[in-house]
């Protein structure tokens, strides 16, 4: 019997596969991939986004409030207030295991607010400054990789250089950060997103927070921006619990280290939730007087709204566990999709997060962009390779932020087993080319 080389089973690495055996198997996706390209798909998973489905859970907030007074009979359609309104500052105290002092609610976007405090910071320099950041020859900040695209274009646009260090399962690299901060003070912060971290799901210890909050730094200034998007986003009733960074810092002397950050941008409505910040009572004094020269006061009509829907830190984590419904059995489409199309391999790594809206995809080391420029071309938009690092330099070419809370279930389970296909035909490609 003559004609193709009878292809092996997918469990077998491929680089174990003889050169007539890799041909065969790069055959088989070539033809997969036809067949996938010649479906016409117009699927998207570029940005975790919420779903339709998500967004209907919230809107009961259409019809509310139902007053334009605040408990303490303040009429909230007015100006004032520039902290937030102190009952909806209650609930994500709690739910941030903060103190309620320590807390600013505003606008719709958390990362409106870390824009302003890093403005602040290159304008105006922190309590403990010399001199505004901007001053400074150089600034450089601490970045765990793989992480979030946006933290690293703010950087880039304020001309901050950013520095690698790996992100673990347990967070920052606590040896790498030491490191870089202790004899440098042109170091003067780190991005930690703490729980169910952008895009590898990882949670930081209590161990690896203390560690951060308290190493030495030879900036005075030093800040930790404590990015916590998804502190409430479980996938699993496991729920992750996240460090206590203020308190941690408090204890430590630090007090001023972390700016903790959080919102309701993918827990009520995407554009018109609450942003919540939580920091030091003097940091907190500090953002306040600068935020006075351009805000008399935040929406506090949509504060009441959110306070009325919620009622409760409670009324939160029911409001959550309500979004898990949707999103857990997305998140295990993706995982069945990839591993139906590559376990065994030995081609591509992926987590299987508990919580968050990200599965972070690492594929064979030179190959991400091809396997991006694949699922483009067969009509699936994946965040293009590289965004979960610095510059988009993605030094192994190997990274993919996989995001598949958007779409309807149906199309995250077929747009996932076409990325497996362009991930299996990218590793073949390349390897056949070392053969």
Known sequence: MTGQPT????????????ADQLEAFLHGRREEYAVLKARGLS??????????????????????????????GADVRNYGGLDGLVELREIFAQLLWVETEQVVCGGNSSLTMMWDVMAYLML?????????????ETVRFVCPVPGYDRHFSMLAELGVEMVNVPMNADGPDVAAVTELVRGDPSVKGIWVVPTYANPSGAVVSQEVAAALVSMPTAAPDFRIFWDNAYA??????????????LTL??????????IMFASTSKITFAGSGVAVMAASLENKAWYLRHLS??????????HLRHVEFFGSPDGVRDHMRRHREILAPKFAAVDTALTAALSGLGVAEWNRPMGGYFVNLDVLDGTASRVVALAKEAGIALTPAGSSFPYRRDPR??????APTFPVLAEVETAMAGVGTCVALAAAEKLAIGV
Do not use: Y
């Not at 292809?7 to 003889?18: D, G």
């Not at 810092?249 to 972390?258: D, E, K, V």
């Open 293 to 302: 020269m351009a805000s008399i006061g935040p929406d506090k009509v949509n």
């Open 249 to 258: 810092a408090a204890a430590s002397g630090q007090a001023n280290r972390p």
């Open 124 to 136: 105006f320099g922190a309590p403990e400054s010399p001199r505004p950041w901007a001053q400074e």
């Open 397 to 402: 070419d190997r990274n993919i932020r996989l």
């Open 43 to 72: 699927l998207d998973l570029t940005r975790g986004k919420p779903s339709s489905a998500q967004l209907d859970l919230s809107d009961a907030l259409l019809s509310l409030p139902s007053t334009t007074k605040d408990r303490a």
């Open 7 to 18: 292809a092996p089973a997918r469990s077998v690495p491929l680089a174990s596969l003889s």
């Open 232 to 245: 409430f986003h479980h996938l699993t009733e496991d729920e992750a619990k996240s460090a206590d960074a």
